[in-house]
Structure formats: C-alpha cells, structure tokens
C-alpha cells in the first residue's frame, strides 16, 4: 500500500510555518494538515555538539505543541542548521551578520543538518539527514547582491538553495538536496512509512 494511502485513515500534522517544507510534504503527495502556529524557544543546552543541536531541536518544538494530539494524529516538527567549523550558524540578525555569514562559506564546504521528530499519542521517533554543501569562491559584489535582492533573514546560514545562490554558487551537494531546503523528504517518506507500520 502506498503511504498516502496508509495515511488516510491519520492526521499528519506540519508544525512549521516554512513554505518550504509546505511544500515538500504537499509536493510529495502526503495528506497533510498544518498546525496552529505556537511559540518554542529555541534554545539548546550549551556543549550540545552541533550535530545534534537540530536533533534536539525538532524535539523541543514537538513537546512545545500545546493542543493534546487526539488518537490518529501524528504531528511533525523539524530544525534545520548551518554548520562551518563545528559552530552552529543560525538565521542572521541583520544584512552585515548575513554578508559575515556568506564570506565564512564562500569557497569552502560545509554542513547542513535537519532534524525531524514524529510523534503520536503513543510514540516518539526523531532522526536526522546531513548533507555536505560546497561553495564556489564569491565576489563580495556577488554576496551583497543576493543579501540586497533575496533577503536572507529567515534562513539558517544566510542563504536558500532554492534562490539564486543555490543555482550561481554552489558547486556541489553530498547528500540530500531537498535537506538544504529544510526537509530531507526521502527521509521523512520512508520514517513515516516504518512509524505507521509499528
């Protein structure tokens, strides 16, 4: 049986107000509702290795979700972050910390992980993808164009693969390219797959 078909008789449940992972979960054809939005600090306990910061993320978001899960309801939350050098970059807090951002990555690789948690009323999964992102060199001129035109605020690590950065600069991707985008929803299809087989 098909996963869409499986999912009928659930209520998978998208905590996430990125279009991005909207539009993944629509695109691959799962029967999705999307949650109310609600608050989630996001904080991780200092020395938490940067790999499993997003791990722990997904996590906290799902045990933030206020509303008691009814039985059939599977609720997905996910993080996703930057990594260079081991240090955790996060969304950038003005347009000289995105263009600081995008200097550090420019001709370097580096690490996008996601995290994703499923939760039901009976049962928790969370696991993540990792994928190894590699820039060409660019131009100053070249950063501040895509900072002023794109607007990259939101995003961990300043940048959308899915903008124009992600088609004139990156040279390469190891690993799952939807996964830069937010959501690794190879991934997710097959986890989702095994959580309602259990």
């Given at each position: 049986?098909?996963?869409h ?32 939005r ?5 904080r ?21 979700y ?17 990594i ?19 200097r ?6 580096h ?37 002023d ?31 830069v ?16 087989d259990?």
């Amino acid at each position: 049986m098909l996963l869409h078909e499986k999912l009928a008789p659930y209520r998978l449940l998208l905590a996430s107000q990125s279009p991005r992972r909207r539009e993944l979960i629509a695109s691959c054809g799962l029967p999705h509702a999307i949650a109310p939005r609600y608050d989630c600090e996001e904080r991780y306990p200092a020395g938490t290795p940067a790999e499993e910061v997003p791990l722990y993320l997904s996590h906290l978001k799902s045990a933030a979700y206020p509303e008691p899960l009814a039985a059939g309801d599977i609720l997905l939350t996910a993080d996703t972050v930057v990594i260079a050098d081991g240090e955790v970059l996060g969304k950038p807090c003005d347009r000289d910390d995105a263009v600081r951002m995008l200097r550090r990555l420019s001709g370097r690789s580096h690490t996008v992980v996601t995290g994703v948690t499923l939760r039901s009323p009976e049962r928790t999964r969370t696991f993540g993808a990792r994928s190894e992102v590699h820039f060409r060199p660019l131009a100053d001129e070249e950063i501040a164009y895509y900072v002023d035109t794109c607007r990259p605020y939101d995003k961990a690590g300043s940048y959308g693969i899915q903008e124009w950065i992600g088609y004139a600069a990156i040279e390469r991707i190891d690993g799952s390219f939807y996964n830069v985008m937010g959501l690794p929803i190879q991934r997710v299809y097959v986890e989702l797959d095994r959580f309602l087989d259990r």
